[in-house]
């Protein structure tokens, strides 16, 4: 992460709603945020640009969560990845944090409560 630059976030989720809630809230923290309801699209960008922060819902159409955040840590290891899902179970939480999932959020959440995770995940970036 490199000092004075905005930190830059990816939210992947197939219910607009997410993301038009989402962007304009972490946007009035400062934050350079960037939204996708199709994965496809979500990883074509990712290949051109590392993200700082993804934040992804598990349960897509196409390329579901895990597979695409697997795809985000391959090519960028150091961008913190945030789950949100409607689905929760041990067994999602227990696979994503084997994959390197920074934290998981469940479905519904206050837009608070993302914008702790995304703090501690710059703060995390910030020590590496």
């Not at 976030?9 to 038009?20: A, G, N, R, T």
């Not at 994959?99 to 409560?113: M, T």
Request: one cysteine or more; hydrophobic letters at 35%.
């Amino acid at each position: 992460m490199r000092t004075g630059e905005k930190t830059t976030i990816l939210i992947l989720d197939d219910e607009p709603i997410v993301c038009k809630r989402l962007k304009p809230y972490l946007e009035k923290y400062g934050y350079e945020v960037e939204t996708f309801t199709d994965s496809s699209n979500a990883l074509e960008r990712v290949k051109e640009k590392d993200f700082d922060i993804v934040i992804t819902d598990l349960k897509m159409e196409g390329i579901d969560g895990m597979t695409f955040l697997t795809k985000v840590k391959e090519k960028s290891p150091s961008t913190q990845v945030i789950v949100i899902t409607g689905f929760a179970t041990m067994e999602t939480a227990k696979q994503s944090y084997q994959k390197g999932v920074f934290d998981f959020i469940a479905k519904p959440f206050k837009l608070s409560e993302i914008h702790e995770v995304v703090k501690k995940a710059e703060k995390k970036l910030k020590q590496e």
